[in-house]
């Protein structure tokens, strides 16, 4: 089951895409909720309600939708939703990179692009449902990819960081990259693995996460990792 919002005080566009996600149910099924304002939107969330991804629009009469953004993302701590910004302007791409969404489509949309987000998001769902095994404290310990913010190697050690609980378990970093999906991880430096989605902030030397941590960045790794996040998060910039 795949839980989207749609979030436009455009009627006919929420239409379009409801169309579109109604006709993808024969991949994934999928359940969708409209709101024609982010107001309403924002109170169903705080209320308790998830989603898997919103369709957000930017141009609101009273609001703005890059600041729903930052309130989702910085007030509600919520890190999990998938954002697909909506537009008739192009000239959002740097204001949005803060929010981290998903994607950034323009009207009047594409039903392939669409369709094509969809695909990747359950491709996201399937990878952050992965589970990942160490003993910890001579007991074995399985963690969803989702919930882990980053591994530190300290001595022989690797350290699991989540917003939980920590943990630990022997081993390297380097047999870490080889047993892991680097899909959804970035090698920051030579001991630091961090969960991409969990990525709150990025500066040209460092990393900030989920909970807080702000974490170097080699200068190994500075361009690739720019790169990279430039790729997957912002199209279009």
Known sequence: MLKAAICDDNAPVCSQIEKILNDYNHKIQTNTSIFYSPEKFLDTLKSGEIFDLVF???EFPDSNGVEIGRIIREELKNDIIHIIYISAKENYAMQLFDNRPLHFLIKPLCRDKIIALLQKVEYLQEKANKIFSCTFNNKAISLFY????????KGRKIHIFTSDENYEFNGTIKNLIKNINMDSFLQIHKSIVVNSTHIREHMYESITLTGGACLPISRTYRKSIRERLLKNR???L
């Open 146 to 153: 989702k919930d882990i913010i980053y591994f530190e190697s």
């Open 234 to 236: 912002v199209i279009n």
């Open 56 to 58: 957000l629009d930017i």
